[in-house]
């Protein structure tokens, strides 16, 4: 079939790869367009253009997609079908309508749940233990298309979200290719709406802790905001990034308020609202991230301490 291929990260570049392997034919890379990166704020291009350069696809970045000469260009291409791994945008019903199988999108989580441009920082923040990819006829919704295949596969207990990116890209490649191989015969199914959950954008503020919560939600949600934005919390008056965590369940911080150091030698141990956890390594504000250890000896931290 004639593919054109849209997507921008890295997490998009397995499946770019798996298409541009098999017997499709990828006429063009779509993606967003070059944005300035490091000190220097370079103008870098997206991975997956990179990647089309080094092998002679066409490539198209369009700054916006609802005008301009893009939408007729992308009618032009006459392609079979398009393929979305995080392309970033959404899709007019012109583009939606111009291959002549449909769009063809790689979610990754398992539909309707976790809708939105963050489904597996939601995933693991929200406690699930099993995930996956789904393919779907993209609509004008958000997420809200016909169901076509889906794979599972589970969560580890201290898996983050970077990690679970990893494997979850390369599932999407092979579900992708699964997908295309049977699409003309297959029947698409309705995603049941009212089991829907929503997966937004992620901002910064989502990474606070409520010392409140109990040491696995806390350390859930510690997974689900790394690589970005990081667990957030306050010490002694200045802002701490936490990046792993223990969840210790059985200690008993019932006299304890929440986001107190219960233990500060070879482990830092923090109170929460049910047991307690450990901050395996956390970065102070304008310092580099340090093991828990490290942190007690440089902080001179003591037990009696509060996180907020």
């Given amino acids: 079939m004639r593919v054109v291929f849209m997507g921008t990260p890295a997490y998009a570049v397995p499946t770019l790869r798996a298409l541009l392997g098999s017997e499709h034919e990828v006429i063009a890379v779509v993606a967003q367009p070059d944005r300035p990166a490091g000190r220097g704020r370079l103008l870098v291009s997206p991975p ?6 080094e092998l002679g696809v066409r490539t198209m970045q369009p700054k916006g997609v609802r005008s301009g000469p893009f939408p007729p260009n992308f009618v032009g291409l006459g392609a079979d079908v398009a393929v979305v791994v995080a392309y970033g945008r959404i899709l007019t019903p012109t583009l939606l309508g111009a291959p002549r199988l449909g769009c063809v999108n790689a979610h990754g989580s398992l539909l309707p749940r976790y809708r939105g441009a963050a489904p597996i920082q939601w995933s693991i923040a929200s406690g699930e233990t099993l995930t996956g990819v789904t393919t779907m006829l993209m609509d004008e919704g958000l997420d809200t ?8 596969i589970p969560i580890g207990a201290d898996e983050t979200a970077a990690e679970l990116a990893l494997r979850l890209a390369e599932l999407s490649a092979q579900v992708v290719l699964e997908t295309l191989a049977v699409l003309p015969d297959l029947q698409p199914r309705p995603q049941d709406h009212s089991q829907h959950s929503v997966a937004p954008i992620l901002t910064k503020q989502h990474g606070c802790i409520d010392w409140s919560w109990s040491a696995q939600r806390i350390h859930d949600l510690v997974r689900g905001m790394n690589p970005w934005p990081m667990g957030q919390a306050m010490f002694r008056g200045e802002p701490i990034r936490v990046h792993s965590t223990r969840p210790v369940p059985d200690w008993d911080a019932c006299d304890v308020a929440p986001g107190t150091v219960v233990e500060a030698r070879k482990r830092l141990l923090v109170a929460t609202g049910q047991g307690a956890i450990e901050l395996i390594q956390a970065q102070p504000a304008n310092r580099r991230c340090l093991p828990g250890a ?10 009696g301490e509060v996180f907020a």
């Fill in 145 to 152: 298309g016909d169901m076509l295949l889906e794979r599972s």
């Fill in 294 to 303: 490290a942190l007690i000896c440089g902080q001179r931290i003591l037990a």
């Fill in 48 to 53: 997956t253009v990179t990647l089309a350069r």
